[in-house]
């Protein structure tokens, strides 16, 4: 378990409670994506579970490193929808057989928390990239009641999750009902001047559209 | 309730033990088939949750999990069992969804009773989202329409009015309780008790306005919805019922068979008629409440 907030290095974004999940709203070339990777890279005795439903894991791992989350078999976990052969990485690799399996995803899920959290991880930040491709994959009630549980117990052990999701794919009706069951949610968009987020419904987070760097080091 | 299955006598007792010690109500299954029996015949009792091996003799226990996806929806399932995650074939379960918790831990049985705890504390396995302060609701709905038959007609008289208002199909009064939709006036329609999972009302007593869905196929949350194909439900609009203190107890509704918009003027008489039914309730609820106390 946990005491503190999540911290956000370099981002412009207030500390975020414990148990806090997070809809990420925002277009493949907003940024949106960076910064949810961005979002996951915490504390060397923090841990890190992402749940990539449309890039091969190794690639992911390498997006993952740019983004700041330090790779190692103990403290972070892919949880793996698109499979395909990759390399040896670092992190522990699940496979899943598909974007379609939420039940899959969502037991592999609770099995690595579980097993970091035996292993002394002071917090779990997870994410899932993309909502979008679940959705594309699956009708909207299962892929309701997967992220209902996923907060659930992302709630139970005090950890972090960003849910990642292309409103430009969805119906208004859609996002609002995936955002009823998280915390808060923030906004990506692209403007003249770069990438910016705006979050709502987090406490303590300023109202305003903020800019962000969106590139990976 | 809570069904545990486990066809290793000696872990099924053990788990059954550690379940009735915290507090809950057991029934047991071996076997799948015993499994399916204990559902079938479970009428009148609420099933809160589903513990699971996953290996049974002529099935698994992701069989059971669809079965009781399709009885009591809202239920916690978890598989608790010896069988790694990894060796575990979801492929064809993909959307039912459960959690996972390993048997093969020392302290692994307190581990399953604070998931139960949790998950069953925010009935966090739902398809739809809850209200805040869904317990307080609960609470309030508590105190209503506890003598349906009471009412005497006063909300079908209502339910007859907006039909012919709105020149619409039909019209009904339903309570939106912990699982389910119940009805206490219908005209137009008929409809028994609907599981929360299945209903319009389950989203639209979220809006703080007048909800209305002008095409319910287009809306993704209710596409793949048979029964509300099968009642002829084309087109949607509600106001909340809300109790004097503020609880959102259920819906004044409104339907018809094909799609259709409803204008500014006709938002504003449907909110009136669902604030008229719910000064019916809550005078009712008042009687009830004097009687009581005259008793006492």
């Not at chain 1, 579970?49 to 976990?77: F, P, Q, S, W, Y």
């Not at chain 1, 679940?134 to 909207?140: A, D, K, M, Y």
């Not at chain 2, 209200?131 to 209502?158: C, Q, T």
């Not at chain 2, 609009?237 to 509704?253: E, H, R």
Request: glycine letters at 8%; one cysteine or more; hydrophobic letters at 40%.
């Amino acid at each position: 378990m946990r005491d503190g907030a999540y911290d956000f290095e370099d981002l412009p974004l207030a500390d975020v409670d414990p148990g806090s999940s997070i809809l990420l709203a925002g277009s493949p070339h907003s940024g949106a994506r960076t910064l949810a990777l961005r979002m996951l890279a915490g504390t060397a005795d923090e841990g890190t579970i992402v749940v990539t439903t449309n890039r091969r894991a190794g690639r992911l791992a390498g997006d993952c490193e740019r983004a700041g989350i330090e790779m190692e078999t103990e403290r972070t976990a892919i949880i793996d929808c698109v499979g395909g052969e990759d390399p040896d990485l670092s992190a522990r690799v699940m496979p899943v057989s598909g974007p379609s399996d939420l039940t899959g995803i969502g037991m592999r899920f609770s099995d690595v928390n579980r097993s970091f959290q035996r292993a002394g991880v002071e917090g779990v930040r997870t994410g899932i990239c993309s909502l979008s491709t679940l959705l594309s994959f699956g009708e909207l009630q299962p892929v309701s009641r997967f992220v209902h549980t996923l907060v659930g117990r992302i709630d139970s052990v005090d950890g972090l999750g960003v849910f990642l999701i292309d409103p430009s794919m969805h119906d208004d009706r859609t996002i609002s009902t995936l955002s009823q069951f998280c915390t808060g949610r923030i906004d990506v968009r692209e403007t003249e001047g770069g990438a910016e987020l705006r979050a709502r419904g987090l406490p303590e987070q300023s109202r305003e559209w903020a800019a962000f760097d969106p590139t990976l080091r | 309730m809570i069904l545990c299955v486990d066809p290793d006598p000696a872990a099924l007792a053990a788990t059954r033990d550690a379940l009735a010690d915290a507090g809950y109500d057991i029934a047991t299954a071996g076997t799948l088939a015993d499994a399916r029996d204990v559902l079938d015949e479970s009428d009148g009792v609420t099933l809160d949750a589903l513990v699971t091996e996953y290996e049974l003799p002529e099935g698994t226990g992701l069989d059971i999990v669809r079965a009781v996806r399709e009885h009591a929806p809202d239920a916690a399932c978890v598989l608790f069992t010896s069988t790694p995650v990894e060796s575990i074939d979801t492929a064809a379960f993909g959307d039912v969804v459960a959690d996972y918790l390993t048997k093969e831990e020392v302290d692994a049985r307190e581990e399953l009773c604070d998931v139960l705890e949790q998950t069953l504390a925010f009935r966090s396995q739902t398809a739809y989202p809850l209200p805040d302060d869904e317990d307080a609701r609960l609470a309030a709905l508590g105190r209503y329409a506890r003598d349906p038959v009471a009412l005497d007609g006063s909300l079908d008289r209502l339910t007859e009015i907006a039909t012919a208002l709105f020149d619409l199909d039909a019209a009904a009064v339903g309570l939106v309780d912990a699982h389910e939709q119940r009805f206490l006036s219908c005209h137009g329609v008929s409809m028994g008790t609907i599981d929360r999972e299945e209903t319009v009302c389950t989203y639209a007593m979220l809006d703080d306005d007048v909800t209305v869905i002008e095409d319910v196929a287009a809306d993704a949350r209710f596409e793949a919805n048979e029964g509300l194909r099968a009642l002829g439900i084309a087109f949607y609009a509600s106001a909340s019922l809300v109790t004097p203190d503020g609880q959102t107890i259920g819906t004044f509704c409104v339907y018809d068979d094909e799609p259709r918009s409803f204008d500014a003027r006709e938002r504003e008489l449907l909110a009136l008629l669902a604030d008229e039914a719910m000064e019916q309730l809550d005078l009712r609820r008042r009687l009830d409440d004097d009687g009581g106390e005259h008793d006492a």
